[in-house]
């Protein structure tokens, strides 16, 4: 991932507060059991955008500190968790300054791919009381069996703009993606990972499809003329539709580790 890329979602924060789904509560209830978290512990958010992970979290009990590297991104943050106990840096996570050992859970949702993993492994360790937990996830397109068709047909007009999906397709389905405790281990800095996987289905309007897009980093960074055809694309395809709608798969892949 470049760095510029790091930088785009900044540009789209309100659309990225609109359009952006939540998790699931399963995922934020499973996170508390598998990291043995008690109310009123003191959790690191890395890379809280809007929120959308932070809030589930401070409802069950929990004090948050977030770190988001965009200012747009964490003033809308500050916004939607005003009156919660929660406070919202403005700092990349790698040039952060924290108090070592103070928080009994650091974890980033759909951000830690961001983090350069050289400085981000080691710092949650310096960050982490002894035994605490490292928790990562993140939201990606799913494709399980019967997924809408609407997105093996819209490939022609991506292989068009040159913005061809890598790799083969259909890609994996949410199974037989791999997950990161690999990664996680290699650190040498956490132990005992588990994983928890997550698939669920939302349903869009071409509208609501289109400004969804506009919150991915590859689709921001897209030329005008190549975004405007794209989504005209969408728009025709599906108002071919009787409900004029497509069916999106999302999946998670929670992984919770110990400090080694």
Known sequence: MTDSLRHVFDRAAESYDAARPS???TLFDDLVALAGLRRGDRLLEVGCATGNATRPLLERGF????????????AQARRNLAGLDCEVHTAAFEEWEGDPASFDLVYAATAWHWVDPSVGYGKAHRLLRPGGHLALWGASHAFPAGFDPFFTEIQTV???L???H?????PPSPEETPDDSKAIEASGLFVGVQVRRYVWELSYTADEYVALLDTFSGHIAMGPE???RLDAEIRRRLADRPDGRLRRHWQATLHVARRA
């Open 23 to 25: 998790y699931p509560e």
């Open 63 to 74: 004090r948050v500190v977030c770190v988001e590297l965009g200012p747009r991104l964490a």
């Open 158 to 160: 991506y292989d068009e």
């Open 162 to 164: 040159g913005e061809s």
């Open 166 to 170: 890598p790799g083969e397709w259909p």
């Open 226 to 228: 190549k975004r405007a």
